[in-house]
């Protein structure tokens, strides 16, 4: 069964005061993510991730469309006994502490006081808040809220987590915590949806991405099958290259870039049009001596630019006016 | 319910922690200092003074804080986006728009039950300080309970001004609802006028709308029986209970009002 599937999802707001435009905030978006499955959501800034997320929390209606979680339409109170979500940059209540805000979410899942005290200090460990959990939450700095945040989406367990920017004000440390807390999840079964636009992140955790773009869907898969295909060509990593011999490399085409090392070593770019058995014949031909290759692969980061700027700018609906 | 009340606790303790509390300290001091300055100035009779003066004060104080804590309870959590954790929890929006109601209901309740009991303490001081001679004029004694009839009414007013605030607050800003609030209020105390509008004007059509605004407008005046029990006037039993139905009644249709109003917004 899927954990969350979304049915042309789509969120319009009118925007201006005297002749209110509709602005496409969100186009058609159907998903489906699998249970376990950690699944980031990606995209620039604006592209409709942020909606996506309150939409699926019911914080907003959509215009049309429809979603599920777990099997229940977005809303469902037994549902939400099941789910964890993370807003972006969260705000909490500011006189309550880190500890009280923690008991106060895990009794609105009915769990006895004790039970309370119990999850909300393991969770506060699990994200390195230390004894400042006993501090009102207008002291805490970004980054501790955001970890407060973390915590709080966990408090009962959940089967499937929504997290909107996890990574966003944390330092690399904490970054890496949680990548750790994520990788856990994944481990438990917890299914994960994310939204970020850090690459790496996604490099490190997703099985599969969606890709947004303008609101609208612009590619979803596993990571693998979004890059692999785009393989460049390859990059020798050779040693001691004399200029006679680079000279004639670019010459002939064999090698469309070099980059120095320093003391005869060179990086090379060479196109897939050249099979990789050939130019390392000819290299080692001309004297020099191979340290590595490794193929060229279009990085997530330069898909997403080019999926970006291949997507519609327009948001508004065309109304005719 | 159990969600409710939970939201209400909550409400509750930022109301501590707000020290919103902390204005009743002052409501104390001042209504002691009164009563000492008044104690050293008249010879006699003045008791009724600090009757009519306690009585505005819990009145007002307490106006204010079902204003300006009512106005805030809701917009503040859209507003600093408090909102969206709390609702991807399992709480359901009318349980959140109820829960924040009744822990300001209870905040307002515990204030004024601590100014009550601050009021008829310096009765009762007061009390000791006039003669069997000077206290047989007095219309009542010093710490008559007649006079929590009054209070009471001020709780169902006060009640009532709360369910206003949170229900403009589900969908305008502080100011804005303040402002509405604070309207209604003084509208609400000059309500019975709209009655008698007939008399004075020739137009049907004004007679009609006038009556129109009467039943619509809440009618503050109703609750306002502090002159009677300071005098120690009757009150029928029937009218506290029938204004006390219309106050709960007006507050039902209020707080529907903003459930349904809230359940359908979107939050930005
Ligand atoms: N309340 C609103 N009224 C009008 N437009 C809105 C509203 N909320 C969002 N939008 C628009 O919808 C679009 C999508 O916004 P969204 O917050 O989903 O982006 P995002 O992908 O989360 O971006 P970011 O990476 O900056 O967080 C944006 O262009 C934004 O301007
Ligand atoms: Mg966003």
């Not at chain 1, 995209?43 to 215009?63: E, H």
């Not at chain 1, 230390?130 to 973390?150: D, N």
């Not at chain 1, 290299?283 to 519609?312: H, K, M």
């Not at chain 2, 800003?173 to 309207?183: E, I, K, R």
Request: net charge positive; aromatic share 10%.
């Amino acid at each position: 069964m899927a954990a969350i599937r979304t049915e042309a999802l789509t969120k319009h707001y009118r925007v201006g005061f005297w002749r209110p435009r509709p602005y496409v905030a969100l186009e058609g978006l159907t998903l489906s993510v699998s249970e376990g499955e950690v699944f980031g959501c990606l995209g620039p800034n604006g592209a409709g991730k942020t909606t996506t997320l309150k939409l699926l929390m019911q914080l907003i209606y959509p215009t049309s469309g429809s979603a599920e979680i777990l099997g229940q339409p977005v809303g469902d109170v037994r549902m939400k006994r099941r789910i964890g979500y993370l807003p972006e940059n969260p705000y909490f209540y500011d006189y309550l502490t880190a500890e009280e805000l923690l008991q106060y979410f895990a009794g609105l899942f009915g769990y006895a006081p004790a039970e309370r005290r119990r999850r909300a200090a393991a969770l506060l460990d699990q994200v390195g808040i230390g004894a400042e959990r006993r501090m009102q939450l207008r002291t805490f700095s970004k980054g501790m809220l955001q970890r407060v945040g973390i915590a709080q989406a966990l408090i009962n367990d959940p089967e499937v987590v929504f997290f909107d920017e996890p990574m966003s004000g944390l330092d690399p440390l904490g970054r890496r915590e949680i990548r750790q807390v994520i990788l856990q999840l994944r481990e438990r079964g917890c299914t994960v949806f994310f939204s970020s636009h850090v690459l790496s992140d996604a490099e490190a955790l997703c099985s599969r991405v969606a890709i947004l773009a303008s609101g609208r869907l612009a590619g979803v898969g596993r990571l693998t099958d979004l890059v692999a295909f785009q393989a460049r060509g390859w990059e020798l990593v050779v040693g001691g290259l004399d200029d006679a011999a680079l000279a004639h490399a670019k010459m002939t085409q064999l090698v469309v870039r070099d980059t120095p090392l320093g003391d005869r070593r060179y990086a090379l770019e060479v196109p897939l049009s050249v099979s990789p058995e050939r130019a390392i014949a000819e290299l080692t031909g001309r004297g020099a001596s191979l340290v590595s290759i490794n193929p060229l692969r279009e990085t997530l980061e330069d898909y997403f630019v080019r999926q970006v700027a291949a997507a519609p700018h327009e948001r508004g609906l065309g109304t005719g006016t | 319910m159990r969600v409710i009340g939970h939201v209400a606790v909550n409400v509750f303790k930022e109301s501590v922690r707000d020290k919103v509390l902390y204005s009743l300290v002052a409501f104390a001091a001042l209504l002691i200092g009164v009563a000492y300055l008044i104690g050293q100035l008249t010879a006699g009779q003045d008791v009724k003074i600090i009757k009519d003066l306690g009585l505005a004060a819990i009145a007002t104080f307490g106006l204010l804080i079902a204003v300006f804590i009512g106005i805030g309870l809701v917009w503040k959590e859209v507003d600093r986006r408090s909102i969206y954790s709390l609702l991807s929890k399992p709480i359901r929006r009318h349980e959140f728009i109820l829960g924040k109601y009744a822990g300001l209901s209870l905040t307002l309740i515990v204030n004024v039950a601590i100014m009550t009991l601050a009021f008829y303490a310096v009765l009762a001081y007061m009390n000791t300080q006039f003669s069997e001679a000077s206290r047989s004029v007095w219309p009542a004694p010093a710490t008559d309970p007649g006079m929590l009839r009054a209070i009471g009414l001020i709780v169902v007013e006060l009640l009532l001004v709360t369910a206003i605030a949170l229900f403009f607050s589900t969908f305008s800003s502080p100011l804005l609802s303040a402002g509405l609030t604070f309207g209604l209020w003084v509208i609400g105390h000059f309500n019975a006028d709209l009655r008698n509008f007939e008399a004075v004007v020739e137009s049907k059509t004004a007679a009609y709308l006038a009556r129109g605004l009467y039943y619509v407008l809440p009618n503050f005046a109703a609750f306002d029986i502090k002159t009677q029990v300071v005098n120690a006037l009757p009150v029928a039993p029937s009218y506290l209970a029938a204004t006390t139905a219309y106050g709960l009644v007006y507050i039902s249709f209020l707080l529907v009002g903003a459930v349904v109003i809230f359940s359908r917004r979107d939050f930005k």
